[in-house]
């Protein structure tokens, strides 16, 4: 209970405490000494005295106890708060020393605290002030940049929830939607299905570096679009967020689409006059319609026509597999936008999978699907739909069910020559399958209900995707403002960018003969290394190592056998070292 009174006041009671035993000690004496006399006239005497004495005694320790008080415990109170105050306060005033002159080496000793309290304060604000410059900037230039990246970029939270987004998102998933806003789940925008499927896959894998590819649309079905997520370090067992990165490729496909109708009808043009041509000149008699040379010269011209389109064609043809459109699409992004295509016009749909990755363009697939079953439901009856994904032999087949009347194939013809969608007038549906090389065919299921049956000629089973190339982010947004300085000798080492090196040799003896077999070197940039940057790379010698030297080293011969040759490492490496100083362990033995 003492330790909350103030210092004063505990001296103060100490010092009473200590009168009130010296009277309790006079008193006690007095009294003894009176007993021990044994002479009753002398009590007055004995009484007379011990007040006096009790009189001298109290006004010597009040005395004292002033003097203790007003020159060692206020002043001890007075430094107390001004430390205090310069603690928690900007207080720079001095202290005066004249009120803890009694305090002997306490008062200089409290002095120089502040000083140094003070100018450490002063360093810290200015360091915490060039840090927050530095990182205001910094925020700055990532804002421009993620501002004008072509596409739209997420920052979510493991339970969902928006923590980031740039102007691209907004265009791309707001749409319809409302602008998005912070702290709002994801799932207000895009459908949920392909975002979590994705999402489990990643923590799943276990690993930081991996990414995956899906296929989304926004809640009311209007965009496709193909994203990438990737997940972020989290702490204490607490479920990841991630980084999703979207872009439209409605207006891509649209594009494409296009591109791929214009060059089907250039060819279907140019084939068919060709043919004509080619069929009108074998009718005509040689030498007949016209002189020998020139009607062999036609017929020539005529030929190389044909064969020339028929090439082209077939090119075309093929190049159809190599290009991006037809990319591994997972079964389960394609079904969820087709689900969102199909339930935007109102009919139910239950979807089945089968954990494969088809070779389709998900776009148009999503369209044409789309499409007819809206006819379906429109002119057929339709009134619910089913759609799965089964695996067929190499490839997969895509099965639309119905309940209700069979669809006749004449019907499902005209339904194919209409547009693919209503921004597409010259886009018919039958360019799709064309696109894919396959057909698309109604048929009977065995429990009574209609389907169609669309196969996917290339699908494989989803595996585990091999680890990916690591994501990394190389900045430093401080070489924007570095000044460049052409004296290398008068600048700060951690100013200049540098490579340290190190090689290991066949010996160490170079002037007779050892060469080479490794080199490595790190780039050293604004006083950091830079991670990736590392060049690192064995040698062939052309010559044995000794087994002295891979003791020394762990290389052997067997692993040099099929490494470039010193000529090549040595172009690879100066263009690595261009520009930095060099500093290495024995620098000459390492040169030669």
């Known amino acids: 209970m003492l330790t909350r009174l103030s210092l004063r006041i505990r001296i103060f009671l100490f010092f009473a405490a200590l009168l009130a035993g010296a009277l309790v000690a006079l008193a006690t004496g007095l009294t003894l000494g009176y007993r021990r006399l044994g002479e009753p006239e002398v009590l007055n005497a004995f009484i007379q005295g011990g007040i006096i004495a009790a009189f001298v005694i109290s006004g010597l320790i009040a005395w004292v106890w002033y003097l203790f008080d007003m020159n060692v415990a206020k002043p001890i109170d007075i430094l107390a708060g001004a430390l205090r105050a310069r603690a928690h306060s900007d207080v720079t005033g001095e202290f005066d020393a004249a009120i803890a002159r009694y305090l002997g080496d306490l008062a200089p000793a409290a002095t120089a605290t502040a000083h140094s309290l003070a100018e450490t304060r002063n360093a810290l604000a200015e360091a915490v002030a060039r840090e927050t410059t530095r990182l205001t900037d910094e925020k700055a230039r990532l804002e421009a940049l993620l501002s004008d990246v072509p596409v739209g970029v997420l920052l979510c939270s493991g339970d969902h929830a928006l923590a980031f987004y740039n102007g691209q998102a907004v265009d791309l998933i707001g749409a319809g939607s409302g602008a998005p806003g912070l702290d709002r789940t994801l799932f207000d925008y895009l459908r949920e299905g392909p ?5 489990d896959r990643l923590i799943a894998t276990g690993d930081p570096d991996a990414a995956s590819d899906l296929l989304c649309t926004t809640v009311s079905g209007a965009r496709v679009m193909a994203g990438r997520m990737r997940l972020m370090t989290s702490e204490g067992g607490a479920i990841p967020g991630y980084v999703l990165t979207l872009r439209d490729v409605t207006a891509d496909m649209a594009r494409e689409a296009r591109r791929e109708a214009l060059l089907a009808e250039v060819f279907d043009r140019v084939r068919r006059p060709a043919a004509n041509l080619s069929t009108l000149l074998e009718v005509i008699p040689q030498g007949d319609a016209a002189p020998g040379k020139l009607d062999r010269a036609l017929r020539e011209e005529v030929t190389h026509l044909a064969q020339a389109v028929t090439e082209l064609s077939r090119r075309h043809d093929e190049s159809r597999d190599d290009g991006w459109p037809l990319a591994m699409t997972r079964d389960s992004d394609l079904l969820e936008g087709l689900k969102a295509r199909v339930e935007a016009e109102g009919f139910p749909v239950t979807t089945q999978t089968a954990e494969l990755l088809l070779r389709c363009n998900g776009f148009e697939i999503i369209a044409l699907l789309s499409g007819l079953a809206a006819e379906l439901g429109r002119e057929g009856g339709a009134q619910a739909f089913r759609i799965a994904v089964v695996e067929d032999g190499t490839g997969g087949m895509i099965r ?28 018919p549906r039958r360019s799709v399958l064309a696109m894919h090389a396959t057909e698309i065919w109604p048929e009977a299921r065995s429990d009574g209900w209609q389907g169609l049956s669309l196969p996917i000629p290339q699908a494989r089973r989803v595996v585990r995707r091999p680890k990916p190339i690591a994501r990394a982010v190389v900045y430093d947004f401080d070489l924007l403002s570095k ?21 290991e040799t066949t010996g160490l003896l170079p002037a007779q003969g050892d060469e080479i077999v490794q080199i490595a070197a ?9 991670e990736g940057e590392v060049f690192d790379t064995l040698v062939n010698p052309r010559r044995p190592i000794p087994l002295s030297s891979t003791e020394v080293h762990g290389i052997t011969e067997a692993m040099v056998q099929d490494a470039p040759m010193i000529e090549d490492v040595a172009a690879r490496f100066h263009k690595f070292v261009q520009g930095a100083v060099l500093i290495a362990h024995n620098a000459p033995f390492a040169a030669l």
């Open 195 to 199: 975002i979590r499927l994705a999402h």
């Open 483 to 503: 000044a460049r300085n052409d004296k290398v000798q008068d600048a700060r080492l951690e100013d200049l960018n540098y490579v340290v090196f190190d090689t």
């Open 400 to 427: 639309l069910d119905w309940q209700g009347a069979a669809l006749q194939m004449g019907r499902l013809a005209d339904w194919l020559d209409r547009p693919l969608e209503a921004g597409l007038p010259d886009v």
């Open 522 to 530: 790190v780039r050293i940039v604004n006083g950091r290394r830079v």
